[in-house]
């Protein structure tokens, strides 16, 4: 494994951006990792600015900052412009091409991935696209064993949407990039 893997998380308040943020340093957890996580978010309680950093190693995490992150989930295009800076070439963006334009002088791999509209069609409620993005960021990176990841679901959410998020958590990881 590498010896660190960053992942940026950002979008709005109500987007599920702490929640995924949790779930992947849960399953690290789970898996015997080190992982470390921060938040920031705007005052407002939804619709606001909100970022997970995580951070997952093998060996003990001396900064829980990203940096240079392998992963970029934008949730939205202000989380877009404020971050894509931090991505270079070996970055992987994840983002919904309905609200997310890809800057053209970015060298960083930029993947779309309509989650919302998988989410309704199949789920009836665009809510669980947060999870279907961790599905595919699951699948693209190879770092977490998915029974982890779901059963780090079945940790931090709600027992009466376990079904539906971790149906959603299987759409995202059989999404051809």
């Known amino acids: 494994m590498v010896a660190r893997i960053?992942?940026?998380?950002?979008?709005?308040?109500?987007?599920?951006?702490?929640r995924i943020g949790q779930i992947l340093g849960q399953a690290a957890v789970n898996q015997g990792l080190y992982t470390t996580m921060l938040i920031s978010h705007g005052t407002e309680?939804?619709?606001?600015?909100?970022?997970?950093?995580v951070v997952?190693?093998?060996?003990?995490?001396?900064?829980?900052v990203v940096?240079?992150?392998?992963?970029?989930c934008a949730f939205s295009p202000i989380a877009y412009g404020m971050f894509k800076h931090l991505c270079n070439r070996q970055t992987v963006i994840l983002h919904n091409p309905n609200l997310v334009t890809a800057d053209p002088a970015s060298d960083a791999c930029h993947r779309a991935?309509?989650?919302?509209?998988?989410?309704?069609?199949?789920?009836?409620?665009?809510?669980?696209?947060?999870?279907?993005?961790?599905?595919?960021?699951?699948?693209?990176?190879?770092l977490l064993v998915p029974e982890h990841i779901v059963t780090a679901i079945r940790q931090r959410l709600p027992e009466r949407s376990h079904e539906n998020n971790i149906r959603a958590f299987e759409l995202g990881r059989e999404y051809t990039l």
């Open 56 to 64: 997952i190693s093998d060996a003990f995490i001396d900064s829980p």
């Open 6 to 18: 960053e992942i940026l998380i950002s979008g709005f308040g109500g987007q599920g951006v702490v």
């Open 67 to 72: 940096e240079n992150p392998a992963y970029f």
């Open 113 to 142: 991935i309509a989650g919302e509209t998988l989410a309704e069609r199949e789920l009836g409620n665009a809510q669980y696209a947060n999870v279907i993005y961790l599905g595919v960021l699951s699948a693209h990176c190879g």
């Open 45 to 53: 309680t939804r619709g606001g600015y909100v970022r997970s950093q």
